[in-house]
């Protein structure tokens, strides 16, 4: 029975979520045809090698015409200059999406190249690896992880629900978030988290006193997740930064409350405060993993790799 939700789906840029997309929505038989372009001949190239895509195209152009979805995964920062490009390209009825960790930059940048007739609903999977490039893709990525819809206003409704029906179909559980929101919630979850662990990794490697043999072989699972955490995208990372600035200092700000808080008690060697503190941040573990968003397992499930 077919499953087919858009005869045609173009991807530009070809990294992690392109990849896995295009395997996802190959292995649900969500698409008739699906049409890549990356700006690197190296990863053109490489898509056409490992079959990626159905059709890869040379220019942004070529892949976005006759699209009835064009799927925006380039950095953040590169998302306006790309849609002026492609925006006179697009046929009436199209769906302009992305997949950009940072919503309201995103909208600023995309809506004014947004013609008359094209629809224009931003997404976010939250899902990735600290792997990018288009080799790393795989089809479950999706399986059971959020993709936050973030219509802008005057998205059409039809629009957003065939949007949601590929993302579902994909595995991705679906929800909808106003644009601000978005970028709140996710400076707390992701944005904040991982400048944390750039900076830890950052302070192992300026510790002279500690030398780079005994951060590597002592590494214990705290500074591991760190380290993997870190090893992500340095482009896409920085583009997140500097487009979600205000949400970031304000958890940024909370955060370093927080620490100064943490180091009194350490100081002044109280317990209690410590003590209640782990156990309240324990507990949203615990949700987590009911949720279904992490494993119980010993090392987070992720074996010795």
């Avoid at 409350?257 to 003590?275: K, M, S, V």
Wanted: hydrophobic share 40%; charged share 25%; proline share 4%.
């Amino acid at each position: 029975m077919s499953s087919v939700v858009y005869n045609r789906v173009a991807l530009i840029g070809l990294g992690l979520i392109a990849s896995s997309m295009y395997w996802a929505m190959k292995r649900g038989g969500l698409v008739g045809e699906v049409t890549g372009y990356a700006r690197s001949d190296e990863t053109r190239e490489t898509a056409r090698r490992i079959g990626l895509c159905d059709r890869v195209c040379d220019t942004a152009l070529e892949a976005v015409e006759d699209a009835d979805l064009v799927v925006l995964c380039v950095p953040v920062g590169a998302m306006g200059k790309v849609m002026e490009e492609i925006g006179p390209a697009l046929k009436p009825g199209a769906t302009v999406s992305d997949v950009g960790s940072v919503k309201r930059h995103v909208i600023e940048a995309v809506s004014p190249h947004i013609a008359e007739g094209v629809h224009f609903v931003p997404a976010h999977p939250l899902a990735g690896t600290e792997h990018s490039g288009p080799e790393s893709g795989f089809a479950e990525l999706f399986d059971n992880r959020w993709n936050l819809l973030v219509p802008v206003e005057g998205s059409d409704p039809a629009a957003v629900a065939r949007l949601r029906q590929l993302w579902e179909g994909m595995g991705a559980n679906v929800d909808e978030m106003e644009a601000d929101h978005h970028d709140l919630v996710l400076a707390v979850t992701s944005h904040a988290p991982h400048l944390i662990a750039y900076t830890m990794v950052g302070v192992a490697d300026d510790l002279r006193r500690v030398t780079d043999s005994e951060v590597i072989k002592y590494s214990a699972a705290g500074f591991r997740d760190f380290t993997r955490i870190a090893a992500s995208d340095p482009t896409m990372w920085r583009d997140v930064f500097l487009t979600n600035k205000d949400a970031t200092l304000e958890i940024l700000g909370r955060f370093t409350e927080e620490l100064f808080a943490l180091q009194r008690a350490i100081r002044t060697g109280d317990g209690e405060h410590l003590h209640d503190y782990f156990t309240r941040t324990r507990a949203i573990r615990r949700g987590i993993i009911e949720a279904g968003q992490d494993t119980a397992a010993p090392d987070f499930g992720r074996g010795q790799s």
